[in-house]
């Protein structure tokens, strides 16, 4: 796993060759939610997808949409919900 940090307290993580080991990347988004919160003390959320920039927006609105619980996955989204989760927000957002 590659880390990469941002100046605006962002951290993208390449997981590029997970998928092939059966791991399941939303409950690691939520490990990660949980250790981060345990270890710095800063309530944080996560958004899991292809790209970065869809990574962003993933963690866009899984701080905004409570029953997300702080992790998007965009692979776990059907494409219908893919077309609802681009179609509900300002392309300012993205």
Known sequence: M???FSR???CFANMSGYEGLGADLTQLGF??????FRNVGIPTCVGIAPTKTLAKYCN???KHYAGLKGVCNWLDLTP???AKALACEPVSEI
């Open 2 to 4: 590659t880390l990469r």
């Open 8 to 10: 605006k307290n962002e």
């Open 31 to 36: 490990r990660i939610k949980e250790k981060v």
């Open 60 to 62: 866009h609105l899984a």
């Open 80 to 82: 219908q919900r893919q």
